[in-house]
């Protein structure tokens, strides 16, 4: 296969890109080592920021975001027995989405299939070679285990977490940055109906919670737990013992557990976003911890910054652009890694924290609620600072 540009990884950022490039004329092939079926049921999360909304909507990837999608305008805390409401469109006059992350990447799928050009599914890529030059090649197997070989002017890796690509791009392990965190989420969805209007992070001397929703019949809510913990060793009463703990005035609907599962926390940042014509995006270039749900909204960002320096090169052969994506990028990047850790610390109670680590953290919680510049600052970190490469 020849193509302008290979892309590994048919999740949000892959396949984004892909619906970008082929706007402005530049063909590309996507591929993934998951079926069609894995990547359209594998559960995520679910908040859209205001600005990757307007991207999905305004590239004509769909508008379902707003019609099927929940708006969400604000965002309430709990700690200590209280309540308290972040109010977004006070502070930024713009919402969250609540849109669970498989419907926008059923709506970007459909964008490709529409235009002809369906990403490869089930195709495991092995290596990528001649990444210096300005012909790499994407090398592996399908699912019948034939080999393959695309052939590109740019090769993309969007294959997340546990990337192929990243080791083209940054040759050893200690070319990353890196910060494990002594918790995580225990995740449930509940048939039931929501139990309260906004989303709920609470903070008590069990730790965190989260309840959220997917729509009007399935909840999805987390609690903090110890990241060695078997997600099927916890009684359904045990979890609910656990999600009600802090939660502040709201009684939680129950229903039926359908699914518990473990999700680790990480932060990571790979050194080297760029070898040659080789660059790295989303998860595959950097991870966040979930709380406040960044991950997704990320990875757009570097999509823009890359799409820019793409169409760019195809249209006069400068690669001024490429040279300045990985510093374009990492701005954000870091922001977002500032913010996912800030939301994260401020929540969570570390299982050696001292009494002096717990009364300081709910000093920072009753600063951060009483501010009103403290307010707008959450505020506008959660529906999500603009993007700012052109599109
Ligand atoms: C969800 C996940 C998050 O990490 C978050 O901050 C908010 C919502 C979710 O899965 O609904």
């Given at each position: 296969?020849?193509?302008?540009?290979?892309?590994?990884?048919?999740?949000?950022?892959?396949?984004?890109?892909?619906?970008?490039?082929?706007?402005?004329?530049?063909?590309?092939?996507?591929?993934?080592?998951?079926?069609?079926?894995?990547?359209?049921?594998?559960?995520?999360?679910?908040?859209?920021?205001?600005?990757?909304?307007?991207v999905l909507s305004?590239?004509?990837?769909?508008?379902?975001?707003?019609?099927?999608?929940?708006?969400?305008?604000?965002?309430?805390?709990?700690?200590?027995?209280?309540?308290?409401?972040?109010?977004?469109?006070?502070?930024?006059?713009?919402?969250?989405?609540?849109?669970?992350?498989?419907?926008?990447?059923?709506?970007?799928?459909?964008?490709?299939?529409?235009?002809?050009?369906?990403?490869?599914?089930?195709?495991?890529?092995?290596?990528?070679?001649?990444?210096?030059?300005?012909?790499?090649?994407?090398?592996?197997?399908?699912?019948?285990?034939?080999?393959?070989?695309?052939?590109?002017?740019?090769?993309?890796?969007?294959?997340?977490?546990?990337?192929?690509?990243?080791?083209?791009?940054?040759?050893?392990?200690?070319?990353?940055?890196?910060?494990?965190?002594?918790?995580?989420?225990?995740?449930?969805?509940?048939?039931?109906?929501?139990?309260?209007?906004?989303?709920?992070?609470?903070?008590?001397?069990?730790?965190?919670?989260?309840?959220s929703t997917r729509?009007?019949?399935?909840?999805?809510?987390?609690?903090?737990?110890?990241?060695?913990?078997?997600?099927?060793?916890?009684?359904?009463?045990?979890?609910?013992?656990?999600?009600?703990?802090?939660?502040?005035?709201?009684?939680?609907?129950?229903?039926?557990?359908?699914?518990?599962?473990?999700?680790?926390?990480?932060?990571?940042?790979?050194?080297?976003?760029?070898?040659?014509?080789?660059?790295?995006?989303?998860?595959?270039?950097?991870?966040?911890?979930?709380?406040?749900?960044?991950?997704?909204?990320?990875?757009?960002?570097?999509?823009?910054?890359?799409?820019?320096?793409?169409?760019?090169?195809?249209?006069?052969?400068?690669?001024?652009?490429?040279?300045?994506?990985?510093?374009?990028?990492?701005?954000?990047?870091?922001?977002?890694?500032h913010f996912s850790?800030?939301?994260?610390?401020?929540?969570?109670?570390?299982?050696?924290?001292?009494?002096?680590?717990?009364?300081?953290?709910?000093?920072?919680?009753?600063?951060?609620?009483?501010?009103?510049?403290?307010?707008?600052?959450?505020?506008?970190?959660?529906?999500?600072?603009?993007?700012?490469?052109?599109?």
């Open positions: 296969i020849r193509t302008q540009v290979g892309i590994l990884g048919a999740g949000p950022a892959g396949l984004l890109l892909a619906h970008l490039l082929h706007k402005a004329g530049i063909d590309s092939v996507v591929i993934d080592t998951k079926s069609r079926e894995e990547i359209e049921g594998t559960v995520k999360a679910g908040i859209v920021e205001s600005p990757a909304a307007e305004q590239s004509g990837v769909s508008d379902r975001i707003y019609s099927e999608g929940m708006k969400h305008d604000g965002i309430e805390f709990h700690f200590d027995g209280t309540a308290h409401r972040f109010d977004f469109q006070k502070h930024t006059g713009k919402s969250a989405y609540l849109y669970p992350q498989h419907e926008v990447l059923k709506d970007l799928i459909a964008a490709r299939i529409r235009d002809g050009v369906t990403p490869l599914f089930s195709h495991t890529a092995t290596a990528i070679l001649d990444a210096e030059s300005s012909q790499p090649r994407i090398v592996g197997t399908n699912a019948v285990g034939e080999g393959f070989e695309i052939a590109a002017d740019i090769v993309v890796g969007a294959d997340g977490s546990s990337s192929v690509a990243r080791s083209f791009v940054n040759k050893d392990r200690n070319s990353s940055y890196f910060r494990e965190y002594p918790f995580a989420w225990y995740g449930v969805l509940v048939k039931a109906p929501p139990s309260f209007d906004e989303l709920i992070y609470s903070r008590s001397e069990d730790g965190f919670v989260l309840i729509d009007r019949d399935v909840q999805r809510m987390y609690f903090q737990c110890d990241p060695e913990l078997d997600a099927a060793s916890v009684s359904d009463e045990e979890i609910w013992r656990k999600l009600q703990a802090g939660i502040a005035g709201v009684e939680l609907t129950r229903g039926p557990i359908f699914r518990k599962d473990v999700l680790r926390f990480r932060s990571f940042v790979a050194k080297e976003l760029r070898n040659g014509h080789v660059f790295l995006m989303g998860d595959a270039a950097h991870t966040v911890p979930p709380t406040g749900a960044k991950g997704m909204n990320l990875a757009f960002s570097d999509v823009l910054w890359l799409n820019e320096a793409l169409r760019e090169y195809f249209r006069s052969g400068s690669e001024s652009l490429m040279d300045a994506y990985p510093e374009n990028a990492m701005k954000r990047i870091w922001k977002a890694q850790y800030w939301m994260t610390t401020m929540l969570h109670v570390a299982p050696d924290a001292s009494e002096f680590d717990k009364k300081r953290q709910l000093g920072e919680l009753r600063s951060v609620t009483e501010s009103a510049a403290a307010n707008a600052y959450l505020s506008e970190g959660y529906v999500g600072w603009d993007y700012e490469a052109d599109d």
